[in-house]
């Protein structure tokens, strides 16, 4: 079987690059060939069990969607997109990756033609919701983006169903939670501070939390986000029907609710490195953010969210830093 | 105040050039210049009491829709589309017209700059609803449409509504219920049986029922739709918020009150000329059609659907009779 990542550069594209490389199969298939593409070079997983391919290109630009699917993979993960913040300041650049990168992968697949019908499993975002919000919101809520990047994957979505519906690939879109604890340096994104008064702690940093414990907000860890993109992989097409797009599971926890959990893991002195230092702009746009949803019809495919917050914890500290932390 | 009307030579978009014509002000501005474009010359409307300007071109040809926006025309109705059968068998021509035309148009208004900022009254479809549905479609419900069309209609509210939120233009989308009855001649559409059975007997010619008279659907009168996009168009955009696409109310009835409310306004001889020929295609086409909507949201901005089904009747024939039929 071959397989693409487009966005294998990037940190959800990388581990599961790992992943597959460490399972050597997907969806009860053997892995031959795997590609990687990204906007920069994608660093390929030592000791993979087949061939890896690794190509800096930009899919929105004309006539590289079609080399990347000439091969015809059966699989391809479309995770690349300029992020939220970046799609909100540069309105052009956003929707050249997001929406116009997208539909040309899309064109570049139906094109391809005689009887080729790729899996795509494209990663939308929560983004698409916008508040109001119900307590829990349903499978069936509408979709009123506030920013640019949630409008950008909201059309995704509707043109991987239509293309879907119309035979020309075999889509399923999930929508991430925030994943947490994301790994590497803080940075300057709104969601930051989730992953931050965590991360941080752990390896002896401060961390600013900008907002009130009682913030409430839909996690899962990357471990759970990647084993997501490899079950959408696997599902049964026919029976998904042509409601393509589904709410991944998360954990709705409060941000009390993290530190808590933090403080059970890791200990008090670990806890004591948080720095309460509240942020009006910040209070303000986490505000407008989704905080639970019910996730009904990915629970009946089987999707499972991480089951504690705790849990997530110590998955970031198997992965990213070795099982241990500074006490 | 300048008006431009994209789509004027098509049904709505000429009934609302007549309606503009008579009345001479639009939102209570007197309007001074009116252009109409479409991709067929449209016909100006007689004695307006403005300046009237019509022009035959494409708006999805580069260059176009920058043309029609260079006077910086205040209030924008933008009807145009390749219709639901028509954008199922060509894709790329329904993608290029409904979508890249639609794109293309907010481009060109957001390129003119300098506080250009129009209202832009947009007229989507329920067709960006897809079955299985609810008794009623309540506002907050999502978008899953079964045709590239309804795609299409969708995508162009999702961007209709960023346009606005960024501060390019000042966008209102309304989703028609079907328009009936609609003028002019029986034609091969799925959903033409719901005017034709009115239409038809009323000038004396036999139609054809494919349908249960159980079936139900939810219809406005052309001039109850022309209403709704001349009520848009005055609508207090930062009332309105950030949710700028609205269903419009419609009225729900079955096609058995369809055929009584003829029976009631024109006499049994007229309702004898409806023959009864059952076809499982069209069956199965409108058993996937919406039936009823709760539009609280365009109820509370002061859309009104039509009264009855004897008052869409009445209305054609005074319309488009002359205020006689053949009894």
């Given at each position: 079987?071959?397989?693409?990542?487009?966005?294998?550069?990037?940190?959800?594209?990388a581990?599961?690059?790992?992943?597959?490389?460490?399972?050597?199969?997907?969806?009860?298939?053997?892995?031959?060939?795997?590609?990687?593409?990204?906007?920069?070079?994608?660093?390929?997983?030592?000791?993979?069990?087949?061939?890896?391919?690794?190509?800096?290109?930009?899919?929105?630009a004309?006539?590289?969607?079609?080399?990347?699917?000439?091969?015809?993979?059966?699989?391809?993960?479309h995770?690349a997109?300029?992020?939220?913040?970046?799609?909100?300041?540069?309105?052009?650049?956003?929707?050249?990756?997001?929406?116009?990168?997208?539909r040309?992968?899309?064109?570049?697949?139906?094109?391809?033609?005689?009887?080729?019908?790729?899996?795509?499993v494209?990663?939308s975002?929560?983004?698409?919701?916008?508040?109001?919000?119900?307590?829990?919101?349903?499978?069936?809520?509408?979709?009123?983006?506030?920013?640019s990047?949630?409008?950008?994957?909201?059309?995704?979505?509707?043109?991987?169903s239509?293309?879907?519906r119309?035979?020309?690939?075999?889509?399923?879109g999930?929508?991430?939670?925030?994943?947490?604890?994301?790994?590497?340096?803080p940075?300057?994104?709104?969601s930051?501070?989730?992953s931050?008064?965590?991360?941080?702690?752990?390896?002896g940093?401060?961390?600013?939390?900008?907002?009130?414990?009682?913030?409430?907000?839909?996690?899962?860890s990357?471990?759970?986000?990647?084993?997501?993109?490899?079950?959408?992989?696997?599902?049964?097409?026919?029976?998904?029907?042509?409601?393509?797009?589904?709410t991944?599971?998360?954990?709705?926890?409060?941000?009390?609710?993290q530190?808590?959990?933090?403080?059970k893991?890791?200990?008090?002195?670990?806890?004591?490195?948080?720095?309460?230092?509240?942020d009006?702009?910040?209070?303000?746009?986490?505000?407008?953010w989704?905080?639970?949803?019910?996730?009904?019809?990915?629970?009946?495919?089987?999707?499972?969210?991480?089951?504690?917050?705790k849990?997530i914890?110590?998955?970031?500290?198997?992965?990213?830093?070795?099982?241990?932390?500074?006490?």
């Amino acid at each position: 079987m071959q397989i693409l990542i487009i966005g294998g550069a990037g940190m959800i594209g990388a581990k599961l690059a790992r992943r597959l490389a460490q399972e050597g199969q997907l969806a009860g298939k053997t892995i031959t060939h795997l590609t990687l593409a990204d906007w920069v070079q994608p660093f390929a997983p030592e000791n993979a069990p087949f061939a890896i391919k690794a190509t800096a290109l930009d899919v929105a630009a004309p006539g590289n969607a079609e080399k990347l699917v000439a091969d015809r993979p059966e699989v391809i993960f479309h995770l690349a997109a300029i992020v939220s913040g970046e799609a909100e300041t540069d309105f052009d650049k956003g929707y050249r990756t997001n929406l116009d990168g997208t539909r040309m992968l899309f064109e570049a697949i139906r094109r391809v033609g005689h009887g080729y019908r790729p899996r795509v499993v494209f990663t939308s975002s929560i983004a698409v919701f916008g508040a109001p919000f119900p307590d829990a919101i349903p499978d069936d809520f509408f979709h009123t983006p506030l920013t640019s990047y949630g409008t950008q994957k909201a059309i995704s979505e509707l043109l991987l169903s239509d293309y879907t519906r119309r035979g020309f690939m075999d889509g399923v879109g999930i929508r991430l939670p925030t994943v947490c604890v994301r790994p590497g340096k803080p940075n300057l994104a709104a969601s930051g501070f989730f992953s931050n008064i965590i991360r941080e702690p752990l390896t002896g940093h401060e961390a600013v939390l900008p907002v009130a414990e009682d913030v409430r907000h839909w996690h899962a860890s990357p471990r759970t986000a990647v084993g997501f993109l490899i079950h959408a992989a696997g599902l049964d097409g026919v029976a998904l029907g042509p409601r393509r797009n589904l709410t991944m599971p998360g954990l709705s926890v409060t941000v009390g609710e993290q530190i808590a959990a933090l403080g059970k893991v890791a200990g008090k002195a670990v806890v004591a490195r948080i720095r309460r230092q509240p942020d009006e702009t910040i209070m303000r746009i986490v505000a407008g953010w989704p905080r639970n949803f019910a996730p009904e019809r990915a629970l009946e495919l089987g999707f499972r969210a991480d089951p504690s917050f705790k849990e997530i914890i110590r998955i970031h500290i198997e992965d990213e830093l070795g099982g241990t932390w500074v006490k």
